[in-house]
Each structure stands twice: as C-alpha cells, then as structure tokens.
C-alpha cells in the first residue's frame, strides 16, 4: 500500500491555465514537502509545511497543508511550459525517513 | 559549492556482475540517503545512513548493501546483478534543523542490467 497518494498520476494542459495536484494520506505528517524533478536529473525541493492548515507561496505556485496534517496540496495559477516535470510529494512521521508518493506527471503545452 | 554528486551517471551491467554507485556531498549533512526510482513508482528508499558508521535498511535493501567511512562519501554496492536492478538510482543528503528535513538530491545513476 502506499502511504502517499498523489492524484491526478497525469495532467496535460495549456499554457495559462490553472491546475491543483493533491496528496493525500491516512497518516499525519510532521512535515510534507514538495518537489519536482525535470527529465535526467534529481528531485528539487520546492517547499516544506509544517503546520496544520499553512499556506505557502512561491510565485504561482501555492501550497497547502491540510488542517490535520494528512494531505496537502500544489496549486499553480497560469501554468507554463517551464512548470512542465513530475511533481513529487514527500512526508515525514516522527523520525523516520521521508516518504514519497508516486508523484502527479505535468505536462504544460505552449 | 557540488552540493551531492552522484558516479557514473550511466552504466550498462551483465547479469551476476557487481558494481559499486558512487556518492559524495560537500555540505557537511550528517544523513545520507539512496533512492530507486522505477518508471511510475516514485522513489523507494533502499539504504539510509544517519552519520559515518550508522547505516540502516530501507523498504528495499535486498541486493545492496552501503558503508559510510565518512561524513562525505556513502557508496552503494551492488552483489550479483539481477534485471530488477535496473533502475535510476538517486543519492540524497539531508539537513535536519528544528524537526524539519530539507533534502537535496544527486543527479541520478541509469543502471540497465541485461
């Protein structure tokens, strides 16, 4: 089973449109972070939450954490062809590892 | 400022050979992680390492196995290659400050086993 669920698996869209890509979990998190990765290289992080219900912004791209701290999601507002990558959701509970979903696969089209 | 550094970048290996994955970071973090990444699958961890001389299994250590000599380096070894190897593997250091993980992340190693 997989402790991080990221939906949608797939998205494609225009250019200037706004998109919402969420993970969710059955577990709390103490924190959950976001990354994305672009095509032959490593996860970049994005953003780190920590509080239950904190919202973050960096440019178009805002995040949030759920009030429980179970899911989050990535919103970004007129998307372009450079947002295009994978984006992956990661959680940590207590001290063990971060974990990872499977990740949402963007694809923004000029 | 390498930041993690990740050797070769590609490599092609016969079934039963062994190779070992190179891994260096340059900031001083005291965990060091190793990642697959199977198309579709996200990341799995496979061995995690919380200073020189502590290492740990992850969700999928079966064929590996990791040293850490010291801070910087974290090498993961592969034992008789088996086609499932093939895989991206990512290698990670983390800084840890006030309960909060940021991680930064190699470029990746392409491994085909054929």
């Known amino acids: 089973t997989q402790l991080l669920e990221q939906s949608p698996q797939f998205l494609s869209i225009q250019e200037g449109e706004n998109l919402t890509v969420y993970c969710n979990s059955s577990s709390v998190f103490s924190s959950l972070q976001w990354y994305r990765q672009e095509p032959g290289e490593g996860p970049v992080l994005l953003v780190t939450?920590?509080?239950?219900?904190e919202v973050k912004k960096l440019k178009r791209l805002t995040f949030q954490f759920g009030d429980a701290r179970k899911d989050s999601s990535l919103h970004i507002t007129a998307a372009q062809p450079g947002d295009t990558g994978l984006y992956l959701c990661?959680?940590?509970?207590?001290?063990?590892?971060?974990?990872f979903g499977k990740g949402t696969r963007l694809s923004v089209i000029a | 400022n390498a930041g993690v550094t990740q050797t070769p970048k590609f490599r092609i290996l016969k079934i039963g050979q062994s190779m070992t994955l190179q891994c260096t970071q340059d900031?001083?973090?005291?965990?060091m992680y190793w990642y697959r990444q199977d198309p579709g699958m996200g990341l799995k961890l496979i061995y995690y390492s919380v200073g020189a001389g502590i290492t740990d299994k992850g969700e999928v250590p079966n064929g590996y196995n990791v040293s850490r000599s010291t801070t910087e380096d974290f090498p993961l070894r592969l034992e008789l290659a088996a086609p499932s190897q093939t895989s991206v593997y990512f290698c990670?250091?983390?800084?840890?400050?006030?309960?909060?993980?940021?991680?930064?992340f190699g470029p990746g190693t392409r491994l085909t086993v054929t």
């Open positions: 990670a250091s983390t800084q840890y400050s006030g309960g909060v993980y940021e991680q930064y």
């Open positions: 900031m001083n973090h005291n965990y």
């Open positions: 990661a959680g940590v509970i207590g001290n063990t590892p971060l974990v």
């Open positions: 939450v920590v509080t239950g219900g």
